[in-house]
Structures are given as structure tokens and as C-alpha cells.
């Protein structure tokens, strides 16, 4: 049973305090036992506070049981229901919990939406049969926010309405006798649209017997991948015709039109700008990197110098760049400096006059913006200390306000060790034949005429000339590759 009120009571039973609640209303339910008699106290709780108070009790609805489901009648029907207190039945089909019943015998064939509304989220299933044990559900046909079934005249159909939760609704349904509706979607929405030919009727349906064409129309940059749903075709074909004899969904696909690599988008000068969509990408196998909706842009360096791309959309954009011909045997580029926001990303690289660079966009949000700029003759030189504030690189000359130094420029790097530790070496890439890099004035050089030009804190050298041994420690730097790289190595 549910008890309820309105007002700010407090509720007691025979054998003590049931529920106490300070409200302008409130319910609570009980199991009632046939033939026991239950006394409700109602008082004032709060602050003794006197009013008006409105009681009602109810019990379980009347079709919660199979066998109690109430009979509908017509073509149009509105119905009043409610499923506080209902249960489900131990051989009932998968049910939430609290269901009710319905039985509806069709008067003509043709499509029938059925639906059920209500504060508490309802669930309409639609079966065939006469008991609860062997009730076989009806399939529906779903699109622009609608569920219908199709009808046999004569054939009586049992409606349940159920859900996780409790409370009234409004049951409707509509018979359309001897019409069916054609939903028609695309997916990506932005990737196309489809036409119907003749147009469906003011209530979206096709007399029975109709043929329909159905064009499948791909937006600028999308390339149509098939036909779903109720028919299924490839994308050779952008047409297809259906004959309606029952309700109908279909929808089209569309993909990228630089969703493979192989049909790479170009990208051309030293300056770029084009707006793109992931929606409705794929992955390729053997295809880099572990994101599944990509696209991917080619672009053809003009000339030599450093270029950034900059990468935008609404959240966590992506972006890789390659080189290589094959999405199989794709190489990472070297990057300088990274930038990363949740709506933008950016990486910066040394271009190389005439090489190809392949791009490869995702991200969480499918519509992006990319960018690209080149700045002909300039490069970028991004410097670091490891681990982080274990010591400083002083940049001799510095950068001008875009971070980049001109073609040629001869530039001094310093390794500075923070008190207490040991430059070890340099690692990267590293431009020129010097590289000067910081040791304390107590290490000893097993050669002296290994050291150029001392300072007080810095000695030149030429890492291609010899190999170089700094001891401190017990540790020394062993070896210095063409490229400036070095390791620093036990004693032997």
C-alpha cells in the first residue's frame, strides 16, 4: 500500500513510528497483510504547527499481473496509468521491475506508434500471444524521435509499460491504417543529407504499395559510404528505390574524403589554413598511432626554414607528422617544441625544401582548424635541462621575438649544473661543429691539448676532432658522437 499527505506531519502505526518526515507532503509504502487492521496517527512535527491535512492510500494498479491487463479500444487512444507499486512477475519476459499491462486487438493493418510519457522515464514493449511464458516481442521501427510497429488486422497485441522507477503516465497510440512511415537519417549529420521522391504525407507516411527513391547527396568533403538500416547497399550506388509495404528506417554514410592516407589532402605554401571533420573516419591497418578516427594531409615544403602547424577544435586535438610514402612504413618527424591546450595544438619543425610531410589529424571533437606557417631561412633551436631544475643551457646569441635564428647564425650553447651536480652531456640534434657545454674547474682532462680556448666556466671543443675524457667523481664523459652526444660512464 502507499500511504501520503499533505501538510508537515509526523506518522506513527500501532506498533511505533513508521516514517517521520518534515515536508509539505510526503509517502511512504507498507505491505498490508489481508485482514490485519492498521491505525494512521497524523501530528504535527514541527514546531507544533496546525493545518489541514489531506490523507489518501492506494494500493497496486489493477493490470500490474498479465492476466489483469486492461482492454483498448480504437484507432486513437489516450490512456491514464501508473505504475507505483507494481511489481513484475516471476515469468515475465526482462523487465525493469515495475511493469502494467495493456491489450490492444487492431482493427486494420498498417503502422502504429505507441508511446508512454510520464515524470518517471516509462518503457513501452509491444508482444504477440495469449501467455506470459512464450510472449514474442513485436519488432519496431524507430527514427526522428518516433517508435511505431506494423499491425495485422485482427491480431491482438499485449503493451507493457515498465520502468526502474514509479509514478503516473500518459499511454497513446495511433493506428494509421494502410499507411507506414520511411525514416531517413545520415550519419555523420554534417556528412550529407538524403532526398525522398515523391515526399511522405504531413504525418511522414507512404500508402501501402508507394515506390520511393532515395538519393544519398555527400557534402563537400565527404564521400558516401552506403546505405543502412532497413536496406544495405555499398557506396557505387547513391540511388536506390523501395517499394513500402511496412515501415521502413534507412539511413546514409559518409566518410572523409581524406580518411586513407592515400587520399591525402594537399596543402600548398608557405602559409595554409583549412577547416576539416574526423566524423565518420576510420582507421587503416598498419596505419601509425592508436587513435580511430583520422584524417590525414599532405603538404610539400616550398622551401627551407622552420614551420609550425597549429591545430584547433573543441576538445583535445590531435595531431602527427611523418614522412614516407606508404601509411606502412610512415617515420616520426623530429619535433622542436610542442604547444598544448585543450582546444589547440601546435608542433614546430626544421622543413626541408622539396620533402613531403604527412599530417595525421584526430581528436575528441570531430570539426577542427588547420593551420600552417612557414618562415623561409630561419630555424628554431629548442634547449633543455635534465632532470628538470638540475641545471640551466645559456643561449649565446638569443632568438629574435619569433624564437628563431637566421640561416648561418653561429650560436653557443652553455651547460650550467645546479650546486651539487654533474654536467653528464648533451643529447638531440645540435647544428654546427662546436659545442660548448660547462665542467668545474677540478676536472682533469686526460689530454691537454684536447682543451681550446678555456674560459673560467666553459671550454670550446670540436666533438668530431677527438674523443674526450672529463673525470669527476669517479664518473668521466666518454666520447662525444659527430652529433654533439654524449654518456657519461663509470670509471674503468
Known sequence: MKLSWAGTPETTTNSGVVAKWIALSSEFDFQAVDGTTYFIAVESGYYFRQGNIELSLAGAPSNDNFANRQLLNGAAIWANGGNILATSESNEPSSNGHSVWYSWTASASGSVAVSASGPAYPFVTVFTGNDLSTLIPVPRTYGGGASVFDAVA??????????????NFILGLSLFEGRYPLFSSAYPS??????????????????????????????????????????????????????????????????????????????????????GSTDGAS????????????VWYSWVAPASGTVTFWLGSANQPRMNIYTGTQVTNLQPVFIFSYGESRHVTSQTLEAVAGMTYQIQVAGYAPSFELQLSLLEGFYALSESAYPPGRGSVLVNPPPDTNGLYAAGIEVS????????????????????????????????????????????????????????????????????????????????
Open 154 to 167: 485482427g491480431i491482438t497485441y499485449q503493451i507493457r509499460v515498465d520502468g526502474y522507477q514509479t509514478g
Open 190 to 275: 554534417e556528412g550529407g543529407s538524403v532526398l525522398l521522391q515523391p515526399s511522405p504525407d504531413t504525418n511522414g507516411m507512404y500508402a501501402a504499395g508507394t515506390s520511393v527513391t532515395i538519393t544519398a547527396q555527400p557534402s563537400s568533403g565527404f564521400v558516401l559510404s552506403g546505405f543502412g538500416g532497413s536496406v544495405t547497399t555499398s557506396g557505387l550506388t547513391n540511388q536506390i528505390v523501395e517499394v513500402m509495404n511496412g515501415s521502413q528506417s534507412i539511413y546514409a554514410s559518409f566518410y572523409p574524403e581524406n580518411d586513407n592516407f592515400a587520399q591525402s589532402m594537399q596543402l600548398a605554401g608557405s602559409s595554409a589554413s583549412i577547416s
Open 413 to 492: 650553447l652553455t651547460a650550467i649544473p645546479a650546486q651539487g651536480w654533474v654536467f653528464s652531456g648533451w643529447s638531440g640534434t645540435q647544428s654546427g661543429d662546436e659545442l660548448d657545454f660547462a665542467v668545474p674547474d677540478d676536472w682533469k682532462p686526460e689530454r691537454a691539448s684536447d682543451i681550446q680556448s678555456p674560459t673560467a666556466n666553459q671550454r670550446r671543443f670540436r666533438p668530431s676532432d677527438h674523443d674526450f675524457r672529463y673525470e669527476h667523481n669517479g664518473y668521466r664523459i666518454e666520447r662525444w658522437s659527430d652529433e654533439g652526444t654524449g654518456r657519461a660512464c663509470p670509471r674503468r
Open 283 to 294: 582507421n587503416e591497418p598498419g596505419e601509425p598511432g592508436y587513435w580511430c578516427q583520422t
